[in-house]
């Protein structure tokens, strides 16, 4: 069996275990590529990182496609990538593609804003929005504007810190005030290569069902 159609297996699992079976959703990913990431993309785990959210888009997503982004002080949107594609897909979209600012400073906020502009304005739709963030740290007080901002909107942000930087302003995503409902959720992994494929997805759509029911309470999401 596959890399790829155990972590489906692993994702089917916790879908079950958290009664999201059948929920259509589009999903994405933004990756930090700031420098204190390059050990990470070096030694393959951010290639396992992106395998590990394709195989919960695969069980989500009708095309079972995965948007990506990368970010550090800019960042690039880069072309979805699917079951069919996915094999080196970090060393040949970002690691050998000129075009991708590498290993610079971070800021989030730059992003988010064409996240929210790629999923609302370019390419509305009813289905809601799972967005995995991963950052390593350091994330700018700036994304309190996107996060409240889309409150409102089909998107649920779940973030991810690993290693161990400082993740002030992500700890105080639960208690963001001024949002029409809790929209975000955070949770930090020292090393994200040690988690197995289960504990992640056990954490990563933790939230996430009690974010659908409210957003459908709320009429952000149609029932």
């Given at each position: 069996?596959?890399?790829?159609?155990?972590?489906?297996?692993?994702?089917?699992?916790?879908?079950?275990?958290?009664?999201?079976?059948?929920?259509?959703?589009?999903?994405?990913?933004?990756?930090?590529?700031?420098?204190?990431?390059?050990?990470?993309?070096?030694?393959?785990?951010?290639?396992?990182?992106?395998?590990?959210?394709?195989?919960?888009?695969?069980?989500?997503?009708?095309?079972?496609?995965?948007?990506?982004?990368?970010?550090?002080?800019?960042?690039?949107?880069?072309?979805?990538?699917?079951?069919?594609?996915?094999?080196?897909?970090?060393?040949?979209?970002?690691?050998?593609?000129?075009?991708?600012?590498?290993?610079?400073?971070?800021?989030?906020?730059?992003?988010?804003?064409?996240?929210?502009?790629?999923?609302?304005?370019?390419?509305?739709?009813?289905?809601?929005?799972?967005?995995?963030?991963?950052?390593?740290?350091?994330?700018?007080?700036?994304?309190?504007?996107?996060?409240?901002?889309?409150?409102?909107?089909?998107?649920?942000?779940?973030?991810?810190?690993?290693?161990?930087?400082?993740?002030?302003?992500?700890?105080?995503?639960?208690t963001m005030e001024g949002r029409v409902v809790d929209n975000a959720n955070f949770f930090?992994?020292?090393?994200?290569?040690?988690?197995?494929?289960?504990?992640?997805?056990?954490?990563?759509?933790?939230?996430?069902?009690?974010?659908?029911?409210?957003?459908?309470?709320?009429?952000?999401?149609?029932?």
């Open positions: 069996m596959s890399t790829i159609s155990l972590k489906k297996k692993a994702a089917g699992i916790v879908l079950e275990k958290k009664n999201l079976r059948g929920v259509v959703a589009r999903v994405g990913l933004v990756l930090d590529i700031s420098g204190s990431m390059r050990r990470l993309y070096r030694e393959g785990v951010v290639q396992e990182a992106v395998e590990r959210v394709l195989a919960v888009a695969s069980q989500f997503d009708d095309d079972g496609a995965l948007d990506v982004w990368v970010y550090d002080n800019e960042f690039t949107r880069l072309p979805a990538v699917t079951e069919e594609d996915f094999a080196d897909y970090v060393n040949q979209q970002i690691l050998a593609n000129d075009s991708v600012h590498k290993f610079g400073r971070n800021d989030e906020p730059k992003v988010m804003e064409d996240v929210i502009q790629k999923y609302i304005n370019e390419e509305p739709g009813d289905d809601p929005v799972f967005l995995v963030f991963i950052n390593d740290g350091g994330c700018k007080p700036g994304i309190k504007k996107f996060i409240v901002e889309s409150s409102v909107q089909p998107i649920f942000w779940q973030f991810i810190g690993i290693g161990d930087s400082n993740f002030d302003v992500l700890k105080k995503l639960d930090h992994l020292s090393n994200l290569e040690l988690v197995s494929d289960v504990e992640l997805y056990d954490q990563l759509l933790n939230e996430f069902p009690l974010w659908i029911k409210e957003a459908k309470d709320k009429k952000i999401l149609r029932s």
